[in-house]
């Protein structure tokens, strides 16, 4: 079994600041993670995913995670917010041969002029 | 190219009232699934189907959900005798193969009444 931990529900910052947005997750198999945003009213869109490899990912719109197996975290990163990364951040694991999804409870983060 | 297409995307039912979802996978996708988010239970697996395998509805809440998948290509989720608890958003997700990466739609957002 396989869980996901967003520790913060929501993380309000000012636009071109920096933000974190965390995530821990438990399996007992190897991993692959996954960071998707979802916009108001839309659906999920992959941010980037760790299945190997580097353990720094970069995605798209500048944002970037890191994993790291001893701390059990994939950590999401982005050195400047705009307004328009204002969204609902979801954590996601599958474990090893597994094909479902285990999402977090997602983080909203709104960045404020 | 086209992504996944969900429909409705927007419906709004009576409590008791049948209804069913419709999903468009991304063409050559061979594995499909089924989320519902929710506000108390967030992202949650329901069901998933690959090729012509039996599908995996160890997700699906009660015998009141039902899904098929006509043709290894368009999918329908069916929900008999709503209940106000049903209401949602359900998403639908499609991957090259299994444990490759989903890729989702907008999603139907569920009004019981």
């Known amino acids: 079994a396989q869980s996901v931990t967003q520790l913060d529900s929501q993380v309000p910052v000012f636009e071109e600041a920096p933000v974190e947005l965390r995530c821990n997750y438990s399996s007992s198999v190897s991993v692959y993670l996954f960071w998707y945003v979802q916009y108001p009213n839309q659906g999920l869109q992959l941010l980037l995913k760790?299945?190997?490899?580097?353990?720094l990912v970069k995605g798209i719109n500048g944002f970037e995670a890191e994993f790291n197996k001893s701390q059990t975290s994939f950590h999401l990163r982005k050195p400047s917010v705009h307004i328009s990364d204002t969204a609902e951040y979801f954590c996601a694991v599958k474990g090893g041969s597994n094909y479902k999804l285990t999402f977090g409870k997602g983080t909203l983060l709104t960045v404020n002029p | 190219g086209a992504g996944v297409s969900q429909s409705p995307s927007n419906k709004v039912t009576e409590k008791g009232k049948d209804v069913e979802l419709r999903c468009d996978p991304i063409?050559?996708?061979?594995?499909l699934y089924w989320y519902r988010q929710s506000l108390g239970q967030g992202l949650e697996f329901l069901i998933y189907f690959q090729g012509n395998s039996a599908p995996d509805k160890s997700g699906l809440p009660s015998d009141r959900f039902s899904a098929e998948r006509t043709g290894g290509s368009v999918s329908t989720l069916t929900i008999q005798r709503t209940q106000q608890e049903d209401s949602a958003v359900y998403l639908c997700?499609?991957?090259?193969?299994?444990?490759?990466?989903?890729?989702f739609g907008p999603g139907t957002r569920l009004l019981v009444l």
């Open positions: 997700a499609s991957s090259s193969g299994q444990g490759e990466t989903q890729y």
């Open positions: 063409s050559g996708h061979t594995a």
């Open positions: 760790y299945l190997s490899g580097s353990t």
